[in-house]
């Protein structure tokens, strides 16, 4: 295993850990008031039926794409695209207000979810390190 090879290993553990890390924090920040309360009534159900569809087709797109499918890394930039272009007209100046009324902590999120968004699609859509870690797993797995 070569140094390319290492470094997109290490990307892919980071890149995977920072979306769980989103869905997690995205689920208990939609879901505070049950989990404050203990209270299940207060449970958003929309939100967490939404996050765990889009954590596992996100995941599968992710498992396609590192199996070298080319439809999956097409519709994985395609979303890209559309959450890079939704992160710019969230911070344009129409909604500019908007984000700096929000308190600290919620800017801090906005921040955090945007930075992970930017590095997963630059990650699993271009980088040439994880395609040569794609590469050497893929083929590691067909020779045992």
């Known amino acids: 295993m070569n140094s390319i090879v290492k470094k997109g290993k290490n990307l892919t553990t980071l890149n995977l850990m920072l979306l769980f890390l989103v869905f997690i924090i995205t689920f208990f920040k939609g879901n505070r008031d049950a989990i404050i309360y203990r209270n299940w009534n207060f449970i958003n159900f929309k939100l967490t039926c939404f996050l765990i569809l889009f954590f596992v087709i996100i995941l599968t797109l992710i498992y396609f794409i ?79």
């Open 66 to 144: 590192y199996k070298g499918k080319k439809w999956a890394r097409i519709i994985f930039i395609i979303l890209g695209v559309y959450e890079i272009i939704s992160v710019l007209i969230s911070l344009s100046s129409f909604y500019y207000p908007l984000f700096i009324k929000k308190s600290l902590i919620n800017q801090i999120y906005l921040l955090f979810c945007y930075i992970s968004i930017i590095s997963n699609f630059y990650h699993f859509g271009f980088s040439k390190s994880f395609k040569e870690f794609s590469k050497y797993k893929n083929k590691k797995n067909n020779i045992t």
